[in-house]
Structures are given as C-alpha cells and as structure tokens.
C-alpha cells in the first residue's frame, strides 16, 4: 500500500505561484505513475497533469497547459506540480493519485492510491 500525502498549497494572489510535492510515506514512488487532480466545492475530481512512472511523459489538462509543470527528482521521491500564474478559477483541493507501473490516465478511478489533498486559494 503507497501513502501519499501532498503540501505546498495555500493562499495566493492571482498570477502568482505555487509549488505542490506529493511523496510516499517511508519508501519511494519510482515505480509509480502519479496523477494530480483537483476537486472545488460541488465539483467532481478533474484530471490537472500527470507524470509516467519513468518520468519520460507528462499529459497536461488543457486549462493549465503553458502554465503548470508536473515534474519527479531524481530519486523519484517526491512529484512536484509547479503552478504559475494562477488564476481564481484554480481554486480547489488537489490530490496526487497513483498508478503502480501504468500509463498516466484522466480518470480518478484509474488510481489505486491517494493523498489527503491540499488547499489552494487564488484571490482576484
């Protein structure tokens, strides 16, 4: 079983940005696809951007193509999900998801593990 949990999120004013990590609690996620999503209040979970296990393909939503990058270190510990220029329109909880050896997909259900989620507010 794979416990992720996410950080970084917070309050910002639009047009800025955010860094979020998703990392696996007591081992490393190298062999894990991992999606982020998020959910606003009264919304389902929307796919955001997602990297493949060996960190060679990304797929992005395009409501953040040009302004977010998906990325893993080296030791492929921890995912990280750069937010530029954000707008209040990205205001939601996102989650980091993970697939064990497996395409990067859009659908939540795809995923076998998940994070407690993080807020992120963007002020007008």
């Known amino acids: 079983q794979v416990q992720l949990g996410e950080s970084g999120g917070g309050l910002v004013q639009a047009g800025g940005s955010l860094r979020l990590s998703c990392a696996a609690s007591?081992?490393?996620?190298?062999?894990?696809?991992i999606g982020w999503f998020r959910q606003a209040p009264g919304q389902e979970r929307e796919f955001v951007a997602g990297i493949l296990w060996t960190g060679q393909t990304t797929d992005y939503a395009d409501f953040v193509k040009g302004r977010f990058t998906v990325s893993r270190d080296n030791a492929k510990t921890t995912v990280f999900l750069q937010m530029n220029s954000l707008k209040p329109e990205d205001t939601a909880v996102y989650f980091c998801g993970s697939r064990y050896y497996a395409e990067v997909t859009r659908s939540p259900s795809d995923y076998d593990y998940w994070g407690q989620g993080t807020q992120v507010t963007v002020s007008s």
């Open positions: 007591g081992r490393t996620i190298s062999s894990n696809t």
